[in-house]
Structures are given as C-alpha cells and as structure tokens.
T-cell receptor, first 114, second 114 residues
C-alpha cells in the first residue's frame, strides 16, 4: 500500500538555525499539507499546497515558514530561524483531490529546538 | 471557528467495549474521522463517516453520528491491549481551495488494562 514518508524521523537543532523537513507524498496525490503537534496538544493545521502554490495557511504559518515542491516527488517545510516553541512533531499529509479526499499522514518528524 | 472536543482519558478492561465521544461545532462538516496514534507514531486513519450517515460499522469499530447534537462516537468492541493509543476525532469541510480542511480534536488516550 502506498504511504507518505518523512525524513528525518528526529531532528535536533539549535535556536536560530534553519531546518528543512522533508516529505515524499503518495505519487498520484495532488494536495499536500503540513500539520504540527506540540507535545500533549492537538494536531494543528499549518498549510495546504496545490498546483505549486499555497492554498491556505494558518496563523501559525508566519514568515519564518515556507514550503516547496522542488521536484516531482518531494514536499518540504522550511523553518528559517527556529525558536524553542517550534519544538513539535510535524506531520506531512497528502490527498488525491476533492471528494472523499482522505488525507494520508506520514509518520512525522520530531523537531527539538534547544 | 471550528472546534472539536474530546475527553482526555479513558480506561477500560481488556475484552470490554470502549466508547470514545467527541463533539464538534461546525454545522457544515462534510466528513468526520477517527484517527489512531500509537506512541511515537504518526496518525492512522481508522474510519470516517459522511455527515449524512448515522452509523458505520467496520469489524470491531462502530461509529455513531448524531448530526443534530453534533456528537460523534467510536465504539471498539472486545478491546485489546493493542488498542491502547490516542484516538483523535476530526471533522472536515470543503473549503474554497477545493479540498477538505481537517480540524482535529484534543485526542483521547485509551488505556486498556489486561
């Protein structure tokens, strides 16, 4: 069964550093998403991406965040200057399109900012 | 905005039935979902129900939807220790971008006692 993959599984970085989280969505999917889950809290929507542009972003997704689909397979989330409060589990998801549009989630990347 | 609420914790004995409850506020929800998250793992879609349905059964899982009261429940029959996890309720609605925007609840931690 096809699945969404994410790398790395765990990233430790120092405050102020840039990080890039990588995702490989399911190959025939057209919509891509990033979510965040701070430890013990709910899963929060960050951004959706379709047709090489952002469809929607939440208020969490400020100028420090950016997303990119650099080639036909990868979907990345960049945090330019990490803060302690960026420490969280970051989930990538993808969906085929509209309709039932089930979102398939990756296993997540645990980001720890020290 | 949309809000999804769940109780935080449920403890049941192995072999008993578990019922996890959820309430939501968005009257335009299209789909309602139950996701399972095991420790250190990503989000696994267990089941979903379309908003015009009352019930859906899938093996040991039964989903009940009361659209009038905006109440969703997940019943797990013959609960096993492997069912111990956090269960997230989620709802989605079609937004202007043409995809289902998903809002998650806080998650209910299910503890199964052998």
């Amino acid at each position: 069964e096809p699945e969404v993959t994410q790398t790395p599984s765990h990233q430790v970085t120092q405050m102020g550093q840039e990080v890039i989280l990588r995702c490989v969505p399911i190959s025939n999917h057209l919509y891509f998403y990033w979510y965040r889950q701070i430890l013990g809290q709910k899963v929060e929507f960050l951004v959706s991406f379709y047709n090489n542009e952002i469809s929607e972003k939440s208020e969490i997704f400020d100028d420090q965040f950016s997303v990119e689909r650099p080639d036909g397979s990868n979907f990345t989330l960049k945090i330019r200057s990490t803060k302690l409060e960026d420490s969280a589990m970051y989930f990538c998801a993808s969906s085929e399109g509209t309709g039932v549009n089930e979102q398939y989630f990756g296993p997540g990347t645990r980001l720890t900012v020290t | 905005g949309e809000d999804v609420e769940q109780s935080l914790f449920l403890s049941v004995r192995e072999g008993d039935s578990s019922v996890i409850n959820c309430t939501y506020t968005d009257s335009s929800s299209t789909y309602l979902y139950w996701y399972k998250q095991e420790p250190g793992a990503g989000l696994q879609l267990l089941t979903y129900i379309f908003s015009n349905m009352d019930m859906k059964q899938d093996q040991r899982l039964t989903v009940l939807l009361n659209k009038k009261d905006k109440h969703l429940s997940l019943r797990i029959a013959d609960t096993q220790t492997g069912d111990s996890a956090i269960y997230f309720c989620a709802e989605s609605r079609m937004n202007s971008g043409g995809y289902q925007k998903v809002t998650f609840g806080t998650g209910t931690k299910l503890q199964v006692i052998p």
